[in-house]
């Protein structure tokens, strides 16, 4: 396989998207967005599965539940995203104006390719695939999103990180102009998050770039983000910037926030709880809230896959 | 619990003449016993209207709570403001808002119970000793009843002079419950901070005044 890497300055004009394509772009998908939402509102009877069609030849994954998936309403309206606001409702109302488009994305450390991308040339070599993922956030909630991206092992081995990398580290863009919620420093900004190199290798292990077949809403986190299934949200970084291999083990962002509340590995469990509520169970949003919530699973129903990473470690410790 | 409210909403204190004071005494309360009620009556039109937002339950949980907190803010401003501004009729209002104070408690703690745990009282009781800021909300529900049991005219003669030792509880009470919201955040102490600040304030005029610092 034959690793393309540009500089910036290799990328020609004629590559880039023309701004007013772009901006059409967005505005279609803001229109048939909120085309949605009339109709979530209205109750117009809609096909569950709304498609977008911005990823043409998309493949989809063995990986993927059955579980029934949630509405681009509920994706799109219920967030944590702390760069646009600390409260649920804050991402899709102040991420509007959010433009992630053009994005670069930075490679470093312990690899033998590395360098500046542009987006549109980072994510050009793969095969897109849509994962229907659950995902459980550390909170007690959990939805089930159908995701369009590539896998996060076949990414790596284009950097061909050196024995050194033990880990990488991902980092979220530091912009307050452009992420109002940065203003102040409810967390300690830039965002950081990382894996274990194997955990990163790990087939499940996923980059989104779009959800419900479209381009990424601002609100999950565009243009391009972590997908980590089997651990809790806040491990799946949004809007990601930087890519570094590391030799020893990155901070991250929550873990330095209230090491004793969010630990390094942050897979969901349900015998650990989190100090203040317990992880048995989990709030399935637009479950019937009338009906006892659901249990949650080891490793968030993923244990046959990535069991295997953890043999041998005190979960308790490590958590 | 709606006796009781209403029994303080048509509660007339001292009787006096002029029509301001005529107008206080027969429709004011009755408004602001109404107003009160508002932030339930929201809640309720949002879950018939499902706009609640995509996680009802905790919509729900965080506004009765919220409100619990900002009627106990509001009880406690009742008297600075009396003595402040001169208007005596203020404290007429006190006891409803109390009284709501303790409705938004229990509602806010029948969230907890019905949606969060659904009965589960193994579960609950597990949750009220092992997680601080169940416990020390709990406590501040435990502590609030007697308040609201006694805060009848009939209580308060029978009390005499304990009564209002008895009522001095909702001094710990206000803090225990600023803590209980602190202790549930995980990073952003923004609204937390504004409603300690004012807390701080009203317990402050209080201490002032007590040691004579103001009179």
Redesign the interface.
Known sequence: MSIIIKKPSDIKSSEITDQSTYLNRRKFLKQSTALLGAAWAGRIAMPVEAKGNDFPGVIKSSFSTTESINTL??IT??NNF?EFG?G??DPAKNAVNFKPRPWSITVEGEANKTGVFDLEDFINPYQMEERIYRLRCV?G?SMVIPWVGFSLAEMIKKFEPTSKAKYVEFTTLYDPERMPGQI?R??HWPYTEGLRMDEAMNPLSFMAVGLYGEVLPNQNGAPIRLVMPWKYGFKSIKSIIKIRFTETQPPCTWNV??PKEYGFYSNVNPEVDHP???QRTE?R??AN?W???QETEMFNGYADQVAHLYTGMDLRKYF | MAAVLKRAAIQNNAASPGKVEFFLKKSLKPIVFLLCLAPLMLLVYGAFTNSLGVNPVETMTRNTGDWALYFLLITLAVTPLRQVSGWSGLIRFRRMFGLYVFFYACLHFLTYVWFDQYFDWNEILKDIIKRPFITIGFVCLLLLTPLAVTSTNKMMRRLKKNWQKLHQLVYPISLLAVLHYFLMIKADYAEALIVLFILCLLLGYRLLKKFRVIS
């Open positions: 309403k509920e309206s219920y702390y600390t649920k409702r909170e909630w102040r409810v967390l926030t209230a203040r509520w317990s709030r949003i637009g809230f009906e006892p919530k």
